[in-house]
Each structure stands twice: as C-alpha cells, then as structure tokens.
C-alpha cells in the first residue's frame, strides 16, 4: 500500500449527492454539436463516449502510471525534476491527499537521466496518448464552434492544435484510505479544454450553477470535459468554466489522467468576434495566455481568477 510521506489536513468533508443528469455525448451522432453547447453553457462539463480512442492504450498508460506510483517513495522523489509531487499543489500552500506527474506536454519528456526513473516505453505511451486525446480534445472543440455557428469551425481547436500550444498533462494517484480525504481542492482549470480520464473509483465532484456539489459516477471507457476559463472568456460568457473537486473515500486507490488544452504563450484571449452580436459587450478585457498564467498560477487553488480579467460593469 502507498502511504503518502506527509500527513494532510482532515477536515469535515460534506456528503453529496450523484449527479443523475451527466449530459453524455456520443461522437457518432451528427448532431453532437447541439448537445455539446448545452452542456457547456449549463454545466461545463460532460462526458464523451464512442470518442475513437483505443481503451488498451489508455488501460496500459495507466498500470504503467500505477507501476510507477508503487515504487518507494525514495525511488518517487527522484522523479521529481520530471514534474512529480507529492501532497503539494501549486506554489501557494495548497495539498491534498495525492501525488501526480505533472509535465509541459512540449517538454523533452524522454531525456536520459529521466530513463533512469521512467521506462522508455513509459514515455512512448504518454505520447501516443497525448497525440490521441489531443486529437480528441480538437474534434471536440470543432463541434463546438459547430453548435455555435461560428467559422472556421477550427477557430478553437486550433489554439490546443497549435505546435506552440502550452498544454499540460498531469497524472494524479490517490492512495487507498478508509476516510474522506480532500484529493484535490475546489479550482477551475485555467486552460480552454481539460480531458480527463479516471480509473473505476469515485472521487471527482462538479459544483452546479446553484453551488451545489454532485458526485460524477466514474466510468473508465469514457472521457469528461470541463469548458476551463479561457473558454469562457472565448465565448464571452456563454459556456461556463465549472468548478471541481476529487473528494476520495475508497479503500482503493484511484488514478486519473488529464490532458489540459492550453494556447500558445503568446496567444490573445478575448470573446470571439464572430459570436459576438451587434452592441454585444465584452465582459472581459483581452489578456496573452502568458498573462493569464503570471497571473494565475501564482494563487491559491480556490481562488476565482477569471475574476481578475473581468470589466467592471
Ligand atoms: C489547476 C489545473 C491543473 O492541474 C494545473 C494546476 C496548477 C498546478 O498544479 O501547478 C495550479 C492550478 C492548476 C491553478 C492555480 C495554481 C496553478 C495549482 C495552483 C494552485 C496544472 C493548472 O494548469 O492550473
């Protein structure tokens, strides 16, 4: 059994119910588009089926992931130069009870003294999971701009499709526990698109536009979106950037994998013109990815950071 080297914080964490209306959206049907922007602009969330992408591939990126979070922490904190950590989440004192891989997906990820940790085929699977959910990630963001009548319908896709684009993949293990545990803090992802895989286990929790917290069924054959904040601004408002959580109490481990769909540094943010309507304000003053980062990965988890690129009315 892993045990994670500190302790983190137990406080009373909140029961919640499922969330029994999980949009579901099947890439097969030529009218996903519809379905896609509803769900976006009343969840910002929802899950992807029949979406083309080899389940053994991802069932081996993750027992290799597993094998890798089993080793002993002495061997784990090696890994540290190539984006392990443990209970510490971002630069502001921020934990919770896991311990993740979290790397720049342009980063040169296979570099020799990696190999000492990492197995070569390791990387050569996070690759060709990368290349797969990153062609995903793009078909989606298509049928968005689909379903919201705006051209080219690669208008979006193209700031995660870009050569340049600063994405992010991260792999998060959460040890088995027979208590609650806060996994992972309430935050929205930053980026335009996040797709996120999960074993078996429950633990990911969506916030609802009343603020309340349902529970997401886990299916591991099938992929979530959340719509993350520099979608929001894209659309000006219309598709709203949700608010999650992992909140683990199972006495086995849980593992997710996702993939966050950022643009290029240099990158202006603001509302699409091609959705705006005539007299249609802007709620938020145009911003670089760059910006957006400075700004924001130097907060606290919780912290509502579109906030800082609002106009005020
Ligand atoms: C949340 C989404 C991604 O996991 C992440 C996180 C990042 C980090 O772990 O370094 C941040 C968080 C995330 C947003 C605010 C800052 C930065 C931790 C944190 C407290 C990789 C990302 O892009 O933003």
Redesign the pocket.
Known sequence: MVVLSQPVEHINLPTTNNFTQIPVVDLWNPNAETEIVKACQEFGFFKVINHGVPIEMVNTLESQALSFFNLSQCHKNKASPFGYGNKK????G?TGWVEYL?FGTNTELDSQNSLDIFPHDFWLMVRKYLSAIKELACEVLKRMADGLNIEPRTVLSRLVSAEKSDS?F?INHYPASDRKELGFGE?T???VISVIRSNNISGLEIALKDGTWVQVPPDPNSFFITVDDCLQVLTNGRFRSVKHRVITESLKERISM?H?GGPPSTEKIAPLTSLMEQGEESLYREFTWDDYKKA??N???A?N?ISFFEKCP
């Open positions: 989440i971002g630069q502001r921020d979290l992010y991260r935050h992802d930053p980026q996702i966050f924001a990965f907060t606290k988890l912290c950071r």
